[in-house]
C-alpha cells in the first residue's frame, strides 16, 4: 500500500499551527490590499513554505 506523502494539519506541532493560522489571516489580509500582481504576498508564502518542509522532514523520519 502506497504510503500519502503529503503533510496534514495534524502533521505541524501546536507552535506550527498557530504560526500557520497566523501567517493565513496576514495573507488574507494583504489579499486585500494587492493589485493583482501577487507578489505581495511572496514572503509569507516562503516562510509558510519553510514551515510545510520542516513538518514533512519530520513526517519521513518516522
Known sequence: MA???DV???DFTTG?????VSLI???AKRSL???GS???LDDLKAK???IEKKAQRRKDAK
Open 33 to 35: 490590499a494587492d493589485d
Open 25 to 27: 489571516a496576514r495573507m
Open 38 to 40: 501577487g507578489k505581495i
Open 8 to 10: 496534514r494539519f495534524s
Open 48 to 50: 509558510a513554505e519553510r
Open 16 to 20: 506550527e499551527k498557530i504560526h500557520m
Open 3 to 5: 504510503s500519502n506523502n
